[in-house]
């Protein structure tokens, strides 16, 4: 069980959100909606433990986020930033996520999100929505129980979007949860909505 | 763990050499600066040899910091700190890992190209080994120190001439024992003193370079 106590953010002098309270369960998943600059990206760094709370505290299985062994190693974060080595193949953009933490090289994920066809292009070659499908691929290559996914629409096509929206049904069929942020409308079925900012 | 380690140190090695600018920019610098000075001061061989030492030292440290400010900023730019953060072997071997590749791709190359320099400013032969002991004991320590300026600057648009402010008054301590290790052999004095105050700010940088690094990168990624 991933839950949040009276969370609050502040960056420099403003007070983003304050009073934060939420529980995500397996297979749960939450939409984190808010005005832009209410501070959606800064929970997402937040639950990855890259930002600290202002106040308030995260709890996973009754364990400080912020303390507890092995937490990272239970999440994926996707943020706005793709990662990828434009000077890297595809595939070796991948792998060495994969080694990084831990995993062998497997360009099989590739193909969840129907870049495999690209696994020897320079990284530099790809398309906004293709550096976008790469970046996603972690998610398919690399298991871990706690998605935070920061605007994973963006620059996807409809074939994109879709493949995203399979591999996240097939993540919480398989008991994981998600967290993420979104613009587009995304069909998960009982989904939480969890406001943060003046934009309820 | 180690995994981690050995994964960040091939990833940076792979990325100089397919990018291999940075290493020709650091030792085309070394050449060209070392050989404005027989312009400089005249071509009189006594004096060349007399100068030497500190021009190959001053040159390489110069050439060290060139290279420094892209040390962390284009993982940060890209995400990768982000991911490398989260999922890396600590922040702190993250450092070693990077500050490691970053000496293979410029340092190493500067230890090589330094005696061949040597000769060209006429420098006693007595100092040829003391000088490569001297690089080699010397250089890591500027890449680690350097890791700290290139950490505090890596959010900073403009951050080369601020981590240039940071970090030159922390080397002269390894300017001066390089130098004097050198200069212990042409005037046919005992080196070990200088080279063993070298091999102990080695030790002194590694121990705490890659913990001040991490704090800052850590404020960076906030």
Known sequence: MLRAQTLACRRGDRLVFAGLDFELGAGAAAVVRGPNGAGKSSLLRILATLLRPESGRVTWDDADIFAAEGYRARLHYVGHLAAIKPAFTVAENLAFWQRLRGQPADPAALDTFGIGPLADIPAQWLSAGQRQRLSLSRLAAIPAPLWLLDEPTTSLDDAGIAALVAAIAAHRASGGRLLLTTHLPLDLPDAETIWIGAGR | ?222
């Open chain 2, 1 to 222: 763990m180690s995994g981690g380690f050995l994964a960040v140190l091939a990833r940076d090695l792979r990325l100089a050499v397919r990018q291999g600018s940075a290493t020709w920019l650091v030792i085309v610098f070394f050449v060209l600066t070392v050989s404005l000075f027989p312009f400089g001061v005249g071509p009189e061989p006594n004096t060349l040899a007399r100068i030497a030492a500190g021009v190959l030292w001053v040159a390489a440290l110069l050439a060290a910091l060139l290279s420094l400010d892209r040390l962390f900023q284009a993982d940060l730019e890209d995400g990768s700190l982000d991911q490398l953060a989260l999922h890396g072997p600590g922040l702190e071997l993250t450092v070693v890992a990077k500050v490691l590749a970053h000496w293979l791709t410029t340092g190493l190359p500067l230890l090589l190209a330094a005696p061949v320099l040597a000769v060209l400013l006429n420098m006693d032969a007595a100092g040829f080994w003391p000088l490569v002991a001297s690089m080699a004991l010397g250089t890591p320590s500027l890449s680690l120190i350097g890791a700290i300026g290139a950490a505090l600057t890596v959010g900073l648009r403009r951050g080369g001439v601020l981590l240039s402010l940071l970090v030159l008054p922390l080397y002269v301590p390894v300017l001066i024992f390089g130098v004097s290790a050198i200069d212990a052999a042409v005037f046919n004095m005992a080196t070990d003193a200088p080279l063993l105050i070298l091999a102990a700010l080695l030790l002194g940088a590694l121990a705490l370079c890659p913990w001040a690094a991490a704090a800052a990168l850590r404020l960076a990624l906030e």
